[in-house]
């Protein structure tokens, strides 16, 4: 019963550096999600996808890049990473107009 | 555009007193509204839910939430704060007609104090 689980849960880049953030559910949920966390500031949808195929962005996708290929991955990738991306990241997922489930979080540190 | 406002950013009660945390939305249909809740290092956790019916939901840890459409509100109370409840909590609600998407307000940070 793993639900959404998220890896890695700690990472240090560089600036410039590239990183995959992994999300996998195994819920069968169609929605998936990509959050920010900053201090103050809530969680800030960063992508979101509503089945294996298909992608959107949310209020804050500007350097990252999402993709879906199956229903229960949803790998988000910072290509070029900036110190403005220092952030906890949460993905999540749901059934239409159901609660969302979050994994335990990604802190990473750009410097 | 969907919006959700918890005005008090921090707030400190007293182990054993009540507990109401704010919550308001914008949002033109029937919203479906959550609390969810997040320990320090930790992942979100559903509280509770509203999405249509009786008004006073009930939900996880002794929480309860009230929904008042004239309001615009769902606030979250708790008859009696335990230490293990200090977190910072969040209101949510979800747009149906743009890809499920949830809105998540600043969040509210409790303190409880013995």
């Known amino acids: 019963n793993a639900g959404v689980t998220q890896t890695p849960k700690f990472r240090i880049l560089k600036i410039g550096q590239s990183m995959t953030l992994q999300c996998t559910q195994d819920?069968?949920?169609?929605?998936m999600y990509w959050y920010r966390q900053d201090p103050g500031m809530g969680l800030k949808l960063i992508y979101y996808s509503v089945g294996a195929g298909i992608t959107d962005k949310g209020e804050v996708p500007n350097g990252y890049n999402v993709s879906r290929s199956t229903t229960e991955d949803f790998p988000l990738r910072l290509e070029l990473a900036a110190p403005s991306q220092t952030s906890v990241y949460f993905c999540?997922?749901?059934?239409?107009?159901?609660?969302?489930?979050f994994g335990q979080g990604t802190r990473l540190t750009v410097v | 555009a969907q919006s959700v406002t918890q005005p008090d950013i921090h707030i400190t009660v007293s182990e054993g007193a009540s507990l109401e945390l704010r919550c308001n939305y914008s949002y033109g249909a029937t919203p479906y509204l959550f609390w969810y809740v997040q320990s320090p290092g930790q992942g979100l956790q559903l509280l509770l839910k509203?999405?249509?019916?009786?008004?006073l939901v009930q939900g996880i840890k002794g929480f309860e939430a009230e929904f008042k459409r004239s309001q615009s509100s769902f606030n979250l109370r708790k008859p009696s704060v335990h230490w293990s409840d200090a977190a910072e909590y969040f209101c949510a609600v979800v747009s149906s007609n743009t890809g499920n998407q949830f809105y998540f307000g600043t969040g509210t940070s409790l303190t409880v104090i013995p």
């Open positions: 999540a997922s749901s059934l239409p107009r159901q609660a969302a489930f």
């Open positions: 509203y999405f249509s019916g009786d008004t």
């Open positions: 819920m069968n949920h169609n929605y």
